[in-house]
């Protein structure tokens, strides 16, 4: 929200930024201190927002109160496009108390420190190594670069804090990571800050290359289970390091209604390369990478539906895809099976590459237009542009009051893509966790 009304005010539009009760407190502090770099003015809206009946919004806004100034909405509205800026509105430069942490932290107690990591929100609230000087220089000898080289400078939630080589290593000694498995480390710290919203997002963590066997990840049986060292070490540093370097912080930068158990892991898998049929290529090999290359992606999504059993022969698995892509939200989609699956797909279905599943499903996957525009993600992201009359969305979104049972395809085959993990029973998942883009090469960290 502030984003966008800054974008505005610089276009020199007057703008009034209207939120969710659940962020305002967030958007008029944090978010004014740290990131807006102007002084953005808001009115506050009861929650919830999306589900009620126009007659209710119509009541946010002329007859309940604005939870900022408890006036009026509509007066507040008014009242903040007319009046003059307050002395809190005028300030600038660095918050006082924007001020570093220290590289060390004073001596303590085993228990003393890791309380004071829990204290601090530092950790996921499961036992940490403590990263001591000692432990964090062994880490580092997992790379040749620097300790002060910045892997990437992070901007959201606020601010601008870079992640150091260094940083990323204290991350990687309390998640309990080895020096050998730093480059992979430091290659997926470059998406950190984990994907977070106001609902339920998470993110996949996706491994292919050398660096798989190398490591000795897990691509076998039970590929999502807590059964692999390096699969638990590497996700649970990527959620370590959106904590804290992240700054990710439950009712201070983050407020999920319900979060996700997934960010424990962040979903750590590797591709099962070696199972592939004939002409299904590895996801890193599709995206431009030459299959020595060792490449992580990390893709963002909020669904996860698995299989409630194993292929039978009268319903063919692409089928159930299809029926479960329905529940998506339209704006990707991976689908993750088994090499048995893989392997029914390419010979008893004729599917000679994951490109011809991508197609089928793009082509098959239908849903309601009102289905579509009534996913919550859908209508934030999408439904400014359709009222703009801008397409792909402008028609679909003005079928919803004349033809909402109108099916619709709400997916290219650019979107959709297919990893081929696990072993041992004709099983997957259906998710959103896109996993399209090229990804991060591993050795350039090494």
Request: net charge neutral.
């Amino acid at each position: 929200m502030s984003q966008h009304a800054r974008a505005l005010e610089r276009l020199g539009i007057p703008t009034v930024a209207a939120a969710g009760e659940n962020v305002v407190n967030y958007a008029r502090g944090y978010d004014f201190e740290y990131t807006n770099g102007m002084p953005i003015r808001y009115v506050g809206f009861p929650f919830p927002v999306a589900g009620q009946p126009k007659s209710v919004h119509r009541s946010y806004v002329f007859e309940r109160n604005d939870t900022v100034s408890n006036k009026p909405m509509m007066q507040a509205i008014i009242d903040n496009f007319t009046q003059p800026l307050t002395d809190n509105e005028k300030i600038s430069g660095t918050p006082p108390n924007a001020k570093p942490e220290p590289r060390l932290l004073p001596p303590g107690t085993e228990d003393a420190l890791q309380q004071l990591f829990k204290d601090n929100d530092w950790t996921d609230y499961n036992p940490i190594i403590l990263p001591t000087e000692a432990r964090v220089a062994v880490m580092l000898k997992g790379t040749s670069l620097p300790p002060d080289r910045v892997i990437s400078t992070i901007t959201w939630p606020g601010g601008s804090r870079a992640m150091t080589v260094e940083k990323v290593a204290v991350c990687a000694v309390m998640a309990g990571a080895k020096p050998e498995h730093f480059p992979l480390i430091l290659a997926v710290s470059r998406s950190v800050p984990f994907g977070n919203s106001t609902s339920s997002m998470a993110n996949m963590i996706l491994v292919n290359g050398p660096i798989r066997n190398e490591l000795k990840m897990n691509s076998g049986l039970n590929v999502m289970g807590p059964h692999n060292e390096v699969n638990a070490v590497v996700g649970r540093t990527f959620t370590l390091l959106s904590k804290t370097a992240g700054n990710l912080h439950s009712g201070v930068t983050t407020f999920s209604g319900l979060g996700s158990n997934i960010q424990y892991n962040n979903l750590c898998i590797a591709e099962n390369e070696e199972e592939l049929p004939a002409g299904w290529e590895p996801n890193h090999v599709m995206r431009g990478a030459k299959p020595t290359d060792s490449i992580v992606n990390v893709g963002t999504g909020w669904t996860y539906i698995s299989s409630v059993g194993e292929v039978q022969r009268q319903y063919p698995p692409q089928y159930l895809f299809r029926d479960y892509m329905r529940s998506l939200t339209g704006m990707g989609a991976t689908i993750i099976v088994t090499p048995e699956v893989a392997a029914l797909l390419k010979d008893a279905q004729g599917f000679n590459t994951k490109r011809d599943l991508s197609a089928w499903l793009a082509a098959n996957v239908e849903k309601t237009v009102s289905s579509y525009w009534g996913n919550g993600v859908i209508s934030t992201m999408n439904s400014s542009s359709a009222l703009q009359g801008l397409e792909p969305h402008a028609t679909t979104y003005r079928k919803i009051e004349t033809n909402p049972e109108e099916l619709m395809k709400p997916f290219q085959a650019g979107q959709i893509s297919i990893i081929v993990t696990g072993k041992g029973q004709t099983t997957w998942f259906v998710t959103d966790f896109g996993a399209t883009g090229r990804g991060t090469r591993v050795d350039d960290y090494r």
